[in-house]
């Protein structure tokens, strides 16, 4: 999964200088930060409605399509934030074994 990641990561950094007519990515950046929030956001209501649709009837296709763009747009975000995936990796790491209840309690009391 890392190096997936880690490919992705590597064509987004690429696309950030380029010129927005080159691809879907570097027309994005040329767009701003507001119009990649968009797009997630945009994604996000996507995925949810396929999931809502997958539970009625057990088709997952447009679940796995919708969450692949959600995720590829969190990705054009983090990258145009400056982050690479890899710190949210190590945060899911981190959180790896406590409890939800826990992570969330202490995230409160910050």
């Known amino acids: 999964m890392s ?3 880690d490919r992705i990561a590597e064509v987004l950094e690429s ?8 691809s879907y990515v570097a ?5 701003g930060l ?3 929030l968009e797009k997630v956001g945009e994604e996000s209501i996507e995925t949810i409605l396929a999931a809502k649709d997958a539970a009625s009837t057990g088709d997952s296709t447009d679940l796995i399509y919708e969450t692949a763009d959600l995720w590829f747009h969190s990705l054009v975000m983090l990258a145009a934030l400056g982050q690479h ?6 945060e899911l790491d ?3 074994g406590l409890s939800g209840h826990t992570e969330k309690a ?5």
Not at 106 to 110: D, G, H, L, P, T
């Open 3 to 5: 190096e997936t990641l």
């Open 15 to 22: 696309r950030k200088g380029a010129a927005p007519e080159s």
């Open 27 to 31: 027309s994005l950046y040329h767009k």
């Open 34 to 36: 507001n119009k990649i």
């Open 85 to 90: 995936p890899q710190a949210v990796l190590d």
């Open 94 to 96: 981190r959180r790896f």
């Open 106 to 110: 202490a995230r409160s009391n910050s």
